[in-house]
């Protein structure tokens, strides 16, 4: 199997580390790592929690330079910590821990002396044992989790002996005029940092991560998961340990079938993983047109996809930038009926870099696309009941606001478009969205394949073979061209302010008194999130796809691009998946916000469709921004332009926090609505 960091397959690293802070005692520990999942965020949190660090530190280890002599090198990155297990791990890798940067302030002169001895080339003599013998070092190896790391030896607590031959008279006094000002004080303090405490308590997580012992508490003897919705639960309320991520995202995203064992899945994974290597030496092969098309595509995007991240921080011919683009590609040849769309590089890049692993990686994608792939696809179908929904979740949430953005034509919230479409992985810090991912997908039921995990569309294949798909003649390639480019991370985004301005003012001249009148409105949405004029969107309604939505459909011809993302009320009927007609006077929409509640939405499995949670964050951050918004009277352009700015700077705790809370009462109201229909009466 191709790896990508690790050219030679190893299980554990064995570690020993030695702690160094000023002239205090050395401390060292000793345990073991899997190197196919510790990254050097992983490392840095497990010494920091085995060795109690508060403050910042450095780390270094121990080589051997051209002349076989020992010397110590900084390890500040994951490409340091693949060269340190490559390179300096056998039989164990030697790490130093310096708890304090040298350069925070003048040091004695003994201190310079043995930092200068500890940083200068070492004698070809090996240290003595007892260093890493001593009191202090862990018995055993171990990986360590949070049960492995000792607690913190408490620092002697010398009683106070009070001094019998002075005893002021005063003291007393002193002392009770002291506790009442104390007192008086910190009830000042609280009531003052009362918001900053309440908003310090909604940016912790409600729980903390799996680990690796509550993982196994899941498992039974043989390995094999007998308990997947509780996991999904304690997922869904904490997240996962980094370092586990490799092992439980297969399990959230449903690649192993139900029931198999530990061994089983390493058979199973071994498998899959020589399977796509098959797939894709077969089809990367292939120097056809459309093959050529699609490579050229996917480059363009792998190309500017998390590139300010150290895992793609690397020249173009990385081969980390290769196994991208290797995923992608190979899914595009072996999937043609989705074929590749930009905004799926968006979902392998956070794969490739927690499996570390191409092959493993593409599984875990195939798995993945499985449940988003109608997010992709021409018909839009996903895309807009996903609008609708979040559009009858704010009627119901926040009534004031969503009249407030109907009020500025905003009410179809389409500037949420790049949200919904890669379900929020830009709108936090990378890792922050690696963690809202897996929250995200631990509110999801368990859904193992029957059999096998498809890797290939062996279907949409054949489809393909008998009619040809890609004739490219230049209408061909501009529509194929469009659809591809439609969610780049530019386009995504709104267009320039002017642009925007001019088609939202060519709508409003365009709309008839009879369309203001009824609430119909001649206008599309491009990929963007900009609305398109009429006489431009009748040009373009041909070329229609995932990221040129209309704003819903119609039986007749002539008005097949008449619609809109408001709801008729709770009651609206939806015939053949179409969406309710539009009922944009005021009176109508003041009605239906008064109308909806959370026992009158979808249920779970069609709500967002089938992905609840996931509108629950999108209106979680619009209630964040609720405020500045109506605050700043900002209309359709500014809010989109506003979210652009806060792009990966929401708090995911804050969101994730909120967000549950909410989902919290949606189920319930939910679950109140189904009893009340197997009872004796409606809901209330």
């Known amino acids: 199997m191709e790896g990508i960091v690790f050219p ?30 510790t990254s050097y965020e992983v490392l840095r949190h497990t010494l920091r929690r085995a060795f109690h660090l508060q403050s910042d530190f450095t780390i270094s280890y121990l080589s051997h330079d051209s002349e076989g002599q020992e010397v110590w090198l900084s390890l500040l990155s994951d490409w340091d910590l693949d060269a340190a297990f490559i390179s300096s791990s056998h039989p164990y890798l030697r790490l130093r821990v310096d708890a304090r940067p040298f350069e925070d302030g003048p040091l004695p002169n003994n201190m310079k002396v043995k930092l200068k001895r500890r940083f200068s080339l070492m004698p070809k003599s090996k240290p003595s044992v007892v260093e890493f013998t001593g009191h202090k070092v862990l018995d055993d190896w171990d990986i360590i989790s949070s049960k492995d790391t000792p607690d913190p030896v408490p620092h002697p607590v010398v009683p106070h002996v009070p001094n019998n031959r002075q005893k002021p008279l005063a003291q007393p006094l002193r002392r009770s005029l002291f506790s009442s000002v104390q007192t008086t004080l910190t009830r000042m303090t609280q009531v003052l940092t009362f918001n900053d405490t309440k908003e310090e308590e909604d940016e912790k997580p409600m729980k903390p991560a799996l680990s690796d012992t509550e993982f196994h508490s899941f498992l039974d003897e043989s390995g094999r998961l007998i308990r997947p919705e509780d996991l999904r639960l304690r997922i869904y309320h904490g997240g996962v340990d980094p370092a586990l991520r490799k092992v439980v995202w297969r399990h959230l995203l449903n690649v192993y079938p139900a029931g198999m064992g530990g061994k089983e899945r390493m058979d199973y994974m071994k498998r899959k993983a020589n399977e796509y290597l098959k ?28 590139r300010t991240l150290d895992f ?7 081969p980390n930038i290769t196994a991208l683009s290797n995923i992608l590609t190979t899914f595009a040849l072996t999937h043609p009926d989705v074929s590749y769309c930009q905004g799926m590089s968006d979902f392998a890049s956070p794969l490739l870099v927690t499996m570390r692993d191409e092959a493993q990686a593409y599984v875990c ?18 895309m807009t009941h996903k609008f609708q929904h979040l559009s009858e979740l704010m009627h119901c949430v926040a009534p004031e606001f969503s009249e407030y953005l109907y009020k500025q034509q905003a009410e179809d919230l389409f500037f949420c478009y790049r949200w919904m479409l890669l379900e929020l992985k830009r709108e936090f810090a990378y890792y922050d969205a690696l963690r809202m991912l897996e929250v995200m997908w631990s509110s999801l039921p368990p859904s193992p394949p029957q059999k096998d995990l498809e890797l290939i569309d062996n279907i949409a294949l054949m489809a393909n073979l008998s009619i040809p798909r890609y004739p490219y003649n230049e209408s061909d390639r501009l529509k194929k061209g469009r659809r591809s480019s439609s969610s780049s991370n530019q386009s995504i985004s709104p267009k320039s302010r002017d642009q925007r301005m001019s088609n939202r003012r060519g709508r409003r001249r365009t709309s008839s008194n009879s369309d203001k009148e009824d609430g119909n409105h001649n206008s599309v949405v491009d990929g963007r999130g900009s609305r398109i004029p009429p006489k431009e969107s009748e040009s373009k309604s041909t070329h229609r796809t995932t990221h040129q939505l209309s704003r819903g459909s119609s039986s007749s011809t002539d008005s097949s691009a008449k619609s809109s993302l408001v709801p008729n009320g709770p ?17 109508v929409f003041k009605r239906q916000l008064n109308g909806v509640s959370m ?82 009466g409606p809901s209330c």
């Open 8 to 37: 030679e397959e190893r299980e554990v690293i064995r570690i020993k580390v030695k702690k160094c802070e000023g002239l205090m005692q050395p401390e060292y520990r000793k345990f073991a790592v899997d190197p196919q999942i």
């Open 279 to 306: 797939l894709k030496a077969k089809f990367l092969a292939q120097d056809t047109e459309e093959a050529q098309f699609v490579k050229n595509m996917v480059k363009k995007d792998v190309l500017r996809t998390d």
């Open 312 to 318: 793609f921080a690397v020249p173009d011919e990385h």
């Open 365 to 382: 994608f195939c798995a993945l696309m499985n449940r988003i792939k109608p997010n992709f696809m021409l018909d839009g179908e996903a």
């Open 571 to 587: 009651k609206a009927k939806t015939p053949n998946g179409e969406l309710p007609s539009p009922a944009r006077s005021p009176m």
């Open 599 to 680: 026992s009158s939405l979808p249920p779970p499995d069609k709500f967002g469709y089938g992905n609840p949670f996931m509108l629950f964050l999108c209106l979680t951050i619009l209630l964040q921004h609720q405020d500045i918004i109506m605050r700043e009277q900002m209309d359709y352009n500014d809010i989109a332009m506003h979210f652009d700015k806060h792009v990966r700077k929401h708090n995911v705790n804050k969101v994730l926090n909120k967000a549950r809370t909410l989902f919290a009462e949606y189920l319930k109201a939910q679950l109140q609505k189904s009893a009340s229909s197997n009872g004796s």
